[in-house]
Nanobody, 121 residues
Framework: QVQLVESGGGLVQPGGSLRLSCAASGSFVSINAMNWYRQAPGKQRDLVAAITSGGSTNYADSVTGRFTISRDNAKNTVYLQMNSLKAEDTAVYYC???????????????WGQGTQVTVSS
């Protein structure tokens, strides 16, 4: 089994900061890209930030300059540092990753369960 588990969500005031973490665990040999998505109530799930195995990053226009994605390959963990948070950032944040398990030659995309981020005064 491969699991992605997010942590770090919570309630924060506008302008505040949070750092989300997502750790991969289980039996696998490789992790390719790792990504953060978010989904607000009644809206589609959208890509927020992505990071390749080599460390190249991409961001949604709505978060550029405020969010930073990073990864620690030794810990099989991806982070999302969120600064200058706005009410519009309120959503469930999901990490996902393309992973090759020890028993497979195929890359499979896994999703975490999500962590709630609420930005409100």
């Amino acid at each position: 089994q491969v699991q992605l588990v997010e942590s770090g969500g919570g309630l924060v005031q506008p302008g505040g900061s949070l750092r989300l973490s997502c750790a991969a665990s289980g039996s696998f040999v490789s992790i390719n890209a790792m990504n953060w998505y978010r989904q607000a109530p009644g809206k589609q799930r959208d890509l927020v930030a992505a990071i390749t195995s080599g460390g190249s990053t991409n961001y949604a226009d709505s978060v550029t300059g405020r969010f930073t994605i990073s990864r620690d390959n030794a810990k099989n963990t991806v982070y999302l540092q969120m600064n200058s948070l706005k009410a519009e950032d309120t959503a469930v944040y999901y990490c996902n990753a393309k992973i090759r398990r020890s028993s497979s030659i195929y890359w499979v995309t896994y999703w975490g369960q999500g962590t709630q981020v609420t930005v409100s005064s």
